[in-house]
């Protein structure tokens, strides 16, 4: 495999380790568990830390499995850099604690994971404002942006009500105002968008899911795509300013956020990763089927009021999903009819698993109002479109048939 070469997205993430040389001809990255590295020439160890010459210099600031890792999600967002967190929240942490000060301002849309949402509550807590919106609408952004807007967030498929934001319209409203645009990928996938097509400025991954896919390891994601001009964004500390300036938010992130907050990915966790990740698009294709089938078929009955699924031509963003996206995801919601209770119908479901998880191999179901989404009261809920009998469904890789027909039963009580 050569670097000039253009290949697909499969080929390019099962090759990337080989990119650079490995240990006994390992077809992986090796599991490196040492949190330290030693030089033979101190100088070495001084320039390193300097940030003159590549290398590692303790484990919560890099790590070789982790790099490898971070080079594989980099190829597939299309980036200029990568940096691996602990955790998808530890990532969108990241951005707040180290480009945000007392004073800025935050527009992010309203239709959010419910943790992001208790995020940016932690966040205005601590001196920033921060608006929330109805980003379905590039005109309720433009709305919210005053002199002291840093960045716009959002999902690109809200979890778990599936609304879309105009997140073409919202990029360009960012490159004209000099505003970071931040896009949580996580529902979508690289493999099924970019968003670095739509001008994001950061990307987030929660590699947890659909990227590492199998539910046995925790991890985060941040690529600058290379699109933002860090000349143009207040708050980077001058120390960081001896960089090129296309490295300068990176190299801020990556101090003031891995390095003084911790959140650091472990190399057992990035290797269970970057195995799953090599599987991906298999597996997408796979559960984008399945859901769309599931979906159809839940929105046929009328036991089932609503059906949330950007797949459906019946959802508000179908034509926008369908322009903007290689599918249509693996997760969607659905509310049931009044007198049947959610939780019986859950309880009947064979093959659907009660768990809070997404991006697993196996379907999981859970019940939003009363889990991920009952910290924050009935009167935001409701707010955001999340009816009482919400169930959220993450569709895995099960044969097509035996979930309809498991979902199909658990409906005739």
């Known amino acids: 495999m050569t670097d000039t070469k253009k290949y697909g997205f499969t080929t390019t993430i099962l090759h990337s380790d080989r990119q650079k040389p490995i240990e006994h001809g390992s077809l992986h990255k090796p599991i490196h568990t040492s949190v330290t590295f030693g030089y033979r020439d101190a100088r070495q160890l001084a320039e390193v830390f300097q940030g003159k010459q590549p290398g590692f210099r303790y484990g919560r600031q890099g790590n070789p499995t982790v790099s490898a890792l971070e080079e594989k999600v980099n190829r597939m967002e299309q980036g200029m850099a990568t940096i691996c967190f602990s955790t998808g929240m530890a990532a969108i942490a990241a951005v707040a604690q180290a480009l945000l000060r007392e004073g800025d301002h935050v527009v992010s849309s309203a239709f959010l994971f419910g943790n992001t949402n208790s995020l ?8 920033v404002d921060v608006s929330m919106v109805d980003a379905t609408e590039v005109a309720n952004v433009e709305a919210a942006i005053t002199a002291n807007t840093r960045l716009v967030f959002v999902e690109t498929i809200a979890n778990p009500r599936t609304q879309i934001a105009d997140l073409k319209r919202i990029g360009q409203l960012c490159r004209d105002r000099g505003i970071l645009y931040v896009v949580d990928n996580t529902m979508t996938s690289p493999y099924l968008f970019r968003p670095k097509m739509v001008g994001a400025s950061l990307v987030v991954n929660a590699l947890t899911k659909s990227i590492g896919g199998h539910g046995n390891a925790l991890g985060g994601s941040l690529t600058d795509t290379g699109l933002f001009d860090w000349t143009k964004f207040p708050n980077i500390i001058e120390t960081y300013k001896r960089y090129v300036p296309a490295q300068w938010g990176m190299a801020q992130i990556r ?3 891995l390095r003084d907050f911790g959140g650091a990915l472990g190399p057992e966790a990035a290797h269970h990763i970057a195995v799953g990740a090599e599987t991906m698009a298999l597996r997408m294709e796979r559960e984008c089927t399945n ?12 036991r089932v009021a609503a059906v949330h699924y950007p797949g ?25 009819k009044d007198g049947i209770d959610c939780f019986d119908y859950l309880n009947r ?15 999981l179901v859970i019940p939003v109002a009363h889990t991920i989404f009952y910290e924050m009261g009935a009167e935001r809920r409701a707010s955001m479109g999340i009816a009482e009998s919400l169930i959220r469904v993450s569709v895995g890789i099960e044969d097509t048939d035996d979930l309809l027909d498991d979902f199909r039963q658990a409906l005739e009580g």
């Open 120 to 127: 940016w509550q932690t966040v205005s807590g601590q001196g």
């Open 349 to 363: 479901l064979k093959l659907g698993i009660p768990a809070s998880n997404l991006g697993d191999t196996r379907t």
């Open 291 to 302: 859901a769309l089938a599931l979906a159809r078929m839940l929105e046929a009955d009328d």
């Open 255 to 257: 101090a003031k956020s």
């Open 312 to 336: 459906l031509p019946s959802h508000p963003q179908h034509k926008l999903a369908t322009e903007l996206f290689g599918g249509y995801g693996s997760l969607f919601s659905f509310e049931l």
